[in-house]
């Protein structure tokens, strides 16, 4: 398993931007995929951004042109820069990590975007 850990989340106005940050505890390097998702209360957890080992991304429709997921393999750190934030962006954010050798999946703790004048 490997040990994620979220941070950057907080309390910001419509219009506003954020960055999430996802540290590893392992080399980013040997896991295929990252992604962030988000859960809104009463709603499934969703997927917002992917990237993949190759630096391949992937976006939600409803985030594409405002959130871009990048990875720093230096840091073992991925990033979720959050613009034009709405309030319909307010949920928790998730980091995951998918290694496919050996298969393991894993989830960080969460944390809180909140979006509101």
């Known amino acids: 398993q490997v040990q994620l850990v979220e941070s950057g989340g907080g309390l910001v106005q419509p219009g506003g931007s954020l960055r999430l940050s996802c540290a590893a505890s392992?080399?980013?390097?040997?896991?295929?995929?990252m992604a962030w998702y988000r859960q809104a209360p009463g709603k499934e957890r969703e997927s917002v951004a992917t990237?993949?080992?190759?630096?391949?991304?992937n976006y939600a429709d409803s985030v594409k042109g405002r959130f871009t997921i990048s990875r720093d393999n230096a840091k073992n750190t991925v990033y979720l820069q959050m613009n034009s934030l709405k309030p319909e962006d307010t949920a928790a954010y998730y980091c995951y990590a998918y290694k496919i050798l050996p298969t393991s999946r894993s989830w960080g703790q969460g944390t809180q975007v909140t979006v509101s004048p």
């Open positions: 392992i080399s980013i390097f040997s896991i295929n995929i």
């Open positions: 990237i993949n080992s190759d630096g391949a991304t």
